[in-house]
């Protein structure tokens, strides 16, 4: 009985031939090897798979010369190396904001921030916010308002927030909205994380 020929990948490579490929070629070394941590091997030797970098930040007006890893996220060198663990690990895939700072003054997700896109800039998190003793007044609005339940979503709607009203002092309900739909509240505490933000707003103005 003629034996029927391996299933064929496109250009005429066996299915397990195909896989054997990646596994140890050019694509299996680039997503291989960081997962194990290792090297790989180039013309000139066996090289780190990652290099440190030596960065410098502002973090909360402190000026920093900080090595990171090329792979190390910017919530990683925050919460590990800086112990400024106000920025939270929640989803750790950008999709909640838990982890939510200040780079420029602009809010990003730090899970999603290589900590070298931070070199030369501005970082600010939740620990910047107040000014010794004296709350900042989105932290005071949130407070007053009862905006938080477990509070453990609470850092990055503190961030967000207040670069939001530094951008918008006088917002409306449905901009309040917008501004904060990149931010996620698992206790459903919304309606008072709005009448915060609303608070803080006429308190930044004086109001």
Not at 18 to 43: C, D, E, H, N, W
Not at 143 to 155: A, L, M, S, V
Not at 166 to 171: D, T
Not at 187 to 200: E, F, R
């Amino acid at each position: 009985m003629e034996k029927k020929p391996a299933n064929k990948a496109p250009g005429g490579v066996s299915r397990r031939d195909f896989m054997k490929g990646i596994g140890s070629g050019a694509l299996g070394t680039a997503v291989l090897a960081p997962l194990r941590g290792q090297t790989i091997a180039t013309k000139k030797g066996r090289v780190p798979v990652y290099e440190r970098k030596t960065i410098t930040v502002t973090v909360n007006g402190k000026r920093i010369d900080l090595a990171v890893e090329a792979n190390e996220t910017l919530l990683d060198a925050l919460r590990d190396r800086l112990d400024l663990t106000g920025a939270k690990k929640v989803c750790d895939r950008g999709e909640c904001g838990g982890c939510t700072v200040l780079l420029d003054g602009a809010p990003v997700y730090a899970c999603m921030t290589l900590a070298v896109r931070a070199d030369g800039k501005s970082v600010k998190t939740v620990e910047g916010l107040a000014e010794g003793a004296k709350l900042h007044p989105v932290q005071a609005a949130f407070i007053e308002k009862d905006g938080y339940q477990c509070g453990f979503c609470t850092p990055g709607f503190l961030m967000t927030t207040s670069a939001f009203l530094a951008k918008n002092p006088a917002p409306s309900l449905d901009e309040i909205k917008q501004a904060l739909s990149g931010n996620l509240c698992r206790c459903g505490n919304y309606a008072k994380i709005y009448q915060a933000v609303d608070a803080a707003a006429k308190k930044m103005k004086g109001a």
